[in-house]
């Protein structure tokens, strides 16, 4: 166990919905990443959240938004879904200190969205 | 942009043979290279990580991995497998710009024959 939960572990949506994935971090970190891993592929960085505030973004379209809570935890969230959303989504969590040195990251189980 | 390369997509052995699965980075700069592994059904675990240091990585479960600088390549060996590493495995980067963003190979499905 890495201490990182996800949920749902699974989701159908229809095209054209919303969704909003949760994520809870290690405790102790303060950093958390999401990551979009379609069948088949390695998962695809989307974005990363540091104490609140967007701290990188991969090559994603802005209808995929996050948050980040005070207690560090997360969500993911995707407007006007599209088929090709149907992905299984990794949240990463680690520790960043001064510097920005970074602590390896910890993977949840992830969730897997089914769109139809 | 950093991208990464695992040129083995699928790979199947039997009980005890060695295993060498190839990984290819592009990034000239400082990078940290991972190697992690995804057995059905779980979540992704770090097997071994480079950050500096000696280019021969030593990882849990017998696995390790060199580092080659001038060949861009992070390769996981592992001299005899079991029928318990049977998992997809993945490489990563991580550039020196870049916060803790992980850049991932498409990874390789290994299949240990008992």
């Known amino acids: 166990e890495t201490g990182v939960t996800q949920s749902p572990t699974h989701l159908i949506k229809t095209r054209g919905q919303q969704v909003t994935l949760r994520c809870s971090s290690q405790?102790?970190?303060?950093?958390v990443s999401w990551y979009q891993q379609a069948l088949g592929q390695g998962p695809q960085f989307i974005f990363q959240y540091y104490r609140e505030e967007e701290n990188g973004r991969g090559n994603f379209p802005p209808r995929f938004s996050g948050l980040q809570f005070p207690n560090y935890s997360s969500e993911l969230n995707v407007n006007a879904l599209e088929l090709d959303d149907s992905a299984l989504y990794l949240c990463?969590?680690?520790?960043?200190?001064?510097?920005?040195?970074?602590?390896?990251?910890?993977f949840g189980q992830g969730t897997r969205l089914t769109v139809v | 942009a950093q991208s990464v390369s695992q040129h083995n997509h699928h790979v199947i052995l039997s009980e005890a043979a060695s295993l060498e699965l190839g990984c290819n980075y592009s990034y000239g700069g400082t990078v940290n290279l991972f190697w992690y592994v995804q057995y059905p059904g779980q979540h992704l675990q770090l097997l071994l990580k480079?950050?500096?240091?000696?280019?021969l990585v030593k990882g849990i479960k017998g696995f390790e991995a060199e580092f080659i600088k001038s060949k861009f390549s992070f390769n996981l060996r592992k001299p005899s497998v079991q029928w318990s590493d049977t998992a997809e495995y993945f490489c990563a980067v991580n550039a020196d710009n870049a916060g803790n963003m992980l850049t991932f190979g498409g990874g390789t499905r290994l299949m240990v024959k008992p």
């Open positions: 990463a969590s680690s520790s960043a200190g001064r510097g920005g040195a970074h602590t390896e990251a910890f």
């Open positions: 405790s102790g970190h303060n950093t």
């Open positions: 480079y950050f500096s240091g000696d280019p």
